[in-house]
């Protein structure tokens, strides 16, 4: 032991405290909400009935707690894919086997897309840098397939409209993403368009990390956002939508992780849940 830690490579103390999240086994729950906002954070473990823990270390955020008899963990990572790699390698070492939900904002890049809608990604194009110290360049950031059936029910059961498909996740919020701001250009400016045509329905900043990193380690995870842009007409959106689309994209993540659980404990040994074979008959 060096100062307290393990060593270089793995920075956790005697405990299992790891260095970044200040999060030791035990103090994280399986069932897992990211969000970058640390307000955000506080603003989800507002509508737990119960709290056991709240810790904040950097600019990471976490409170553990009971939502509807569930044990969940809320996590603010801060923004970008670098911050949210961090996150999840020391929350991982928290956890076995966790159940992650991104519950983000994002700019939708598709007509018919409005503010306040939830985009829940199927898949994300890794256009951040961050998981190619991990993985191949062509490698797929995909979501796993319960938790886009779960955020689509949870989305439903609130009457909120959503869509589905393909984020893009961008390392920069201004050039990377096409912004022009006085005095910085952006090399592509005309991402969005570009991206657009490939059918991509939004970018943001973080989905595509998740993602990776779940299927390198194993784990269930999904993502959601709600539209706080609409690119094609350069509209930002209100303070007051702004409050609505944020509650109903978290209340949709708490929703599929209340489904997951109960969709891990119906599906027993089989590798993962589906609606059952009497949808599965053919038709005569």
Same mark, same amino acid.
């Given at each position: 032991?060096t !100062?307290?830690?393990e060593?270089?490579?793995? =920075?956790?103390d005697?405990e299992?405290r ?9 103090? =994280?729950? %399986? ?6 906002? *640390?307000?955000?954070?506080? #603003?989800?473990?507002? @509508? +737990? ?9 950097r ?8 939502? !509807?008899g ?22 991982? !070492? ?7 939900? %991104? ?10 897309m ?11 194009? %890794? ?5 190619? +110290?991990?993985?191949?360049d062509g490698? *797929?950031? &995909? ?16 009457? !909120?409209r959503?869509?589905?498909? =393909? ?5 920069? +919020? ?6 022009? &701001?006085?005095?910085f250009?952006?090399?592509? *400016?005309d991402?969005?368009?570009?991206l657009?045509?490939?059918?991509v329905?939004?970018l943001?900043?973080? @989905? ?8 390198? #380690?194993? +784990?269930?995870?999904?993502?959601v ?11 930002f959106?209100?303070? /007051? ?6 509650? /109903?994209? =978290? @209340? ?6 209340h ?15 589906? *609606?059952?074979?009497?949808?599965a008959?053919? @038709?005569?």
């Open positions: 032991m !100062q307290g830690y060593s270089a490579t793995v =920075v956790r005697a299992g790891q260095y970044h999240i200040a999060l030791k086994p035990g103090e =994280v729950a %399986r069932h897992i909400i990211l969000v970058g906002d *640390p307000e955000r954070a506080r #603003r989800v473990a507002g @509508t +737990f009935e119960s709290i056991e823990l709240e810790r904040t270390n600019e990471y955020v976490t409170i553990t707690g009971r939502h !509807q569930l044990r969940v963990s809320v996590m603010g990572t801060g923004m970008g894919a670098a911050s949210t790699e961090i996150a999840i390698v020391e929350l991982t !070492q928290c956890v076995e086997q966790p159940v992650m939900i %991104r519950c983000g904002s994002t700019g939708a890049l598709q007509p018919g409005a503010l306040g809608d939830l985009v829940i990604s199927q898949a994300s194009l %890794r256009l951040e840098n961050t998981t190619r +110290f991990y993985v191949d490698y *797929p950031a &995909v979501a796993d397939p319960q938790a886009v059936m779960a955020l689509a029910a949870a989305a439903d059961a609130i009457g !909120q959503y869509h589905v498909g =393909v984020t893009a996740t961008s390392p920069s +919020f201004y050039a990377g993403q096409g912004r022009a &701001v006085a005095g250009s952006p090399r592509e *400016p991402i969005v368009e570009r657009a045509r490939q059918g329905k939004n943001e900043m973080e @989905t595509s990390c998740l993602l990776t990193l779940a299927t390198l #380690r194993g +784990f269930v995870a999904g993502a956002c709600a539209v706080y842009a609409t690119r094609g007409d350069d509209v959106i209100s303070p /007051a939508q702004k409050d609505m689309a944020e509650k /109903a994209c =978290v @209340t949709t993540g708490l929703g599929a992780l489904l997951l659980d109960a969709m891990e404990r119906a599906r027993g040994s089989r590798p993962i849940w589906h *609606p059952g074979l009497e949808l008959k053919p @038709t005569r």
